[in-house]
């Protein structure tokens, strides 16, 4: 019988992995098999370093899957009590999980670190269908008001808004800013190493320009380019997530999120007139399967004649 503990396969898988994952990718692995590995720990009453992986239950991932569906939104969240949610986590966040648990089990079946196939026959459940509705020029400027531009938090938070909504930035590429990554003269922000390990250049427009400039005048930033409140280690995704359900409490736009500012970015850039190809390059995309769904995403906006969030004129300019 093969007696290679969860806790490490886990390692195995980790150090594996960090050969090619990127930071954000590592990150990802990391927290998503490590709530697995608790699961596993608590429903069977022993430490992942005390449990063989060929003694797991068979059904165990069929098993986390429903309990997964029956977890109530933010219940780990420290603000839970006062932040007034209800319901369960979607679908998708149900298969975002799932997908980190499915590749630590394939890489165990692989090594031949297990003989038992546990993903055979594993069925997620079918993705959420929600109608993604772009922010409005309205819903920004409700935004814009609740930060004070005069201090210092203020001012970040707005900053770390308008990269995501006039740059298109991931959630994760704006926690990895450093302040060498303005290109304030080529007026361009430089990604290094995000999703797919890909780096790429991204459009800095004048107003968040003037912004990130009014921003390091002020909070004079080293290392990462934003710092949590009291300085020092730059934020984390809990801090954004903290942010936006603020946010969207203190507005009442529920639908709120980091990814929506990029989704607003991509729709109002096909609807300004953006092609295909450069909002692919734009977003870091590594093929058009997600890039085209903001087509419709766009002609629908369209035909409804909604006023949503409109990007610079600079991202409309032909270069030669």
């Known amino acids: 019988m093969n007696e290679l503990t969860l806790q490490k396969g886990f390692e195995l898988f980790l150090a594996s992995g960090r050969m090619y994952w990127s930071p954000s990718t590592s990150v990802y692995y990391k927290r998503n098999v490590f709530y697995f590995v608790q699961y596993a720990e608590n429903i069977l009453n022993d430490r992942a370093d005390h449990i063989p992986v060929d003694e797991l239950p068979r059904d165990i991932l069929m098993q986390y899957v429903v309990w997964l569906r029956s977890k109530s939104r933010y219940d780990s969240h420290p603000l839970y009590d006062s932040m007034q949610v209800s319901g369960h986590i979607k679908s998708n966040t149900v298969n975002s999980y799932m997908r980190a648990v499915k590749a630590f089990f394939n890489f165990l079946y692989d090594r031949n670190y297990t003989t038992i196939r546990f993903t055979k026959g594993l069925r997620l459940p079918r993705g959420d269908s929600d109608q993604i509705i772009p922010l409005l020029n309205s819903e920004v400027a409700l935004i814009d008001r609740l930060f004070d531009r005069s201090t210092p938090l203020g001012l970040r938070n707005l900053c770390m808004v308008h990269l995501m909504l006039d740059a298109g930035l991931r959630a994760c ?53 934003f710092s949590s409140q009291n300085g020092g280690a730059g934020i984390s995704y809990s801090v954004l997530r903290s942010l936006f359900l603020r946010i969207g409490k203190q507005t009442g736009i529920i639908r709120i999120h980091p990814h929506l500012l990029r989704h607003t970015f991509a729709t109002s850039y096909i609807m300004g007139g953006g092609n295909l190809e450069s909002l692919r390059i734009l977003l870091g995309h590594y093929d058009y399967t997600v890039t085209r769904n903001y087509l419709h995403l766009a002609s629908q906006n369209q035909l409804l004649r909604m006023d949503i969030y409109r990007l610079d004129p600079i991202f409309f300019q032909k270069f030669y």
């Open 173 to 225: 590429e704006v926690i990895n800013l450093s302040p060498k990554d303005l290109l304030f003269t080529s007026g361009a922000i430089a990604i290094h190493k995000s999703k797919g390990n890909k780096s790429r250049i991204v459009i800095m427009c004048p107003p968040l320009a003037s912004m990130l400039q009014e921003y390091i005048k002020m909070c004079h930033p080293s290392g990462s380019l």
